[in-house]
């Protein structure tokens, strides 16, 4: 298994801001991910974050909301951008070694005014 | 695109009672996985399921992984208050691998 750190853990932001969220694996790994849970719904992923290269994204989440970095095999980070209210949600991020099984971090519970 | 549906939504139920739930799809996976998630916390994975028809226990919990694989099931036997939370079945997103797509999660309640 793995273990993921994330930070912050909560924040309340103002809308038209932008929050960086970082994901920290304790040890490499070939595969990092990020999902969003809306309140009181299931996970849905917004993209696999590639390492030294631009992130690939599922339908309905672009580049310019949520830009997403990966520098190396323990470490993602993701940004929410111009912040909405409707971007209230927990943002996760989980990890995996090749076709191991995905282990999340605790998430982070993002809230725009 | 592939959808998990997940029932039942939610379950209140007495300590010490048994809990079922299930996870169905209209296409076929080779894989089911099970997850917890807590208040408050990221999903924890229970339990993972790679062949048809397998049957795997973790303690109190046991899944199935069904034959047609197109559906899977969780028991969890004699509930205790610790149990409270949100499962979710969860399998792979096309043949992607490694990512994955979440059944709409069961909420379990417990009475003490």
């Known amino acids: 298994s793995a273990v993921i750190s994330q930070k912050p853990s909560r924040d309340i932001c103002q809308r038209g801001t932008s929050l960086t969220i970082q994901c920290q694996v304790d040890s490499q790994v070939t595969m990092m991910f990020w999902y969003r849970q809306q309140p009181g719904q299931s996970l849905t992923l917004i993209a696999t974050?590639?390492?030294?290269?631009?992130?690939?994204?599922e339908s309905g989440f672009v580049i310019d909301k949520f830009p997403i970095s990966r520098p190396n095999l323990t470490f993602s980070t993701l940004t929410v951008s111009n912040m909405s209210p409707e971007d209230s949600s927990i943002y996760l991020c989980?990890?995996?070694?090749?076709?191991?099984?995905?282990?999340f971090g605790p998430g982070t519970r993002l809230l725009v005014l | 695109g592939q959808q998990l549906n997940q029932s039942p939504q939610s379950m209140f139920i007495q300590e010490g009672e048994d809990v079922s739930m299930n996870c169905t799809s209209s296409?076929?996976?080779?894989?089911w996985l099970w997850y917890k998630q807590d208040p408050g916390e990221g999903p924890v994975l229970l339990i993972a399921?790679?062949?048809?028809?397998e049957l795997t226990s973790n303690g109190r919990l046991t899944a199935q992984f069904g034959i047609t694989r197109k559906d899977s099931f969780l028991n969890i036997s004699a509930s205790i208050p610790s149990d409270v939370g949100i499962y979710f079945c969860a399998g792979p997103l096309g043949n992607a691998g490694n990512m994955l797509t979440f059944g709409g999660g069961t909420r379990l309640m417990v009475k003490p």
């Open positions: 296409s076929i996976f080779n894989t």
């Open positions: 989980s990890a995996a070694r090749g076709q191991e099984t995905q282990y």
């Open positions: 399921l790679y062949k048809a028809g």
């Open positions: 974050a590639n390492q030294g290269s631009e992130a690939t994204y």
